[in-house]
């Protein structure tokens, strides 16, 4: 058995429900339309990859859209923005 097989890793709601009830907090989650993990490193690419357990879907970057509306959220709030 490989040592990934043996750790099961929590998906990001996952791990957002487990941090928000040790410190009986609130995260509040925004979707962003067209803003993937990288959203600055330019035009959006839409493809898969292989992690060595089969092909998941991948993307990266975003719309200039996007980017404008990630901006204006960050100008309102102290936050950390997570991609999904």
Not at 63 to 69: G, L
Request: glycine share 8%.
């Amino acid at each position: 058995m490989k040592w990934y097989e043996k750790i099961k890793m929590p998906t990001t709601l996952e791990w957002m429900e487990m941090v928000s009830k040790e410190n009986n907090s609130q995260i509040d989650i925004r979707y962003i339309e067209d803003m993937e993990h990288g959203g600055f490193l330019g035009p959006v690419n839409i493809s898969t990859k292989n992690f060595g357990r089969g092909p998941k879907g991948w993307s990266i970057s975003g719309t200039p859209v996007a980017r404008e509306k990630r901006c204006q959220l960050s100008e309102n709030f102290d936050e950390i923005i997570l991609y999904l």
